[in-house]
């Protein structure tokens, strides 16, 4: 069965930095585009970040950019989302998603994505 696992939330003071990790079960993904999504409680699933197949092209939410980056190991089929300089405003479930078209671009919608992880909580303190 097709998985995506993330790792590494927690709880952070405001300013402090956590990297997150989401290993896929599949070699295929080293094929697919990648994306970070978040969702805090009462509001709908957002756009963080995205990164193409060979991660030479990553696009950005504008709220995160120039904080936070993507970037991805094909050989360890893992994609990572360094997150700096956290906000109290960054706190969600962040999960990451796969797009099931082969050397394509990511995109900022859900809809797009084809397989989601269970997500991980990432807080920060003010």
């Known amino acids: 069965q097709v998985q995506l696992v993330e790792s590494g939330g927690g709880l952070v003071q405001a300013g402090g930095s956590l990297r997150l990790s989401c290993a896929a079960s599949e070699r295929t993904f080293s094929n697919y585009p990648m994306a970070w999504f978040r969702q805090a409680p009462g509001k709908e699933r957002e756009f963080v970040a995205h990164?193409?197949?060979?991660?030479?092209?990553?696009a950005y939410a504008d709220s995160v950019l120039g904080r936070f980056t993507i970037s991805r190991d094909n050989a360890a089929i893992t994609v990572y989302l360094q997150m700096n300089s956290l906000k109290p405003e960054d706190t969600a479930i962040y999960y990451c998603a796969a797009r099931k078209t082969k050397y394509y671009t990511g995109s900022s919608k859900p809809n797009d994505y084809d397989y989601w992880g269970q997500g991980t909580q990432v807080t920060v303190s003010s």
């Open positions: 990164i193409n197949w060979n991660g030479g092209y990553t």
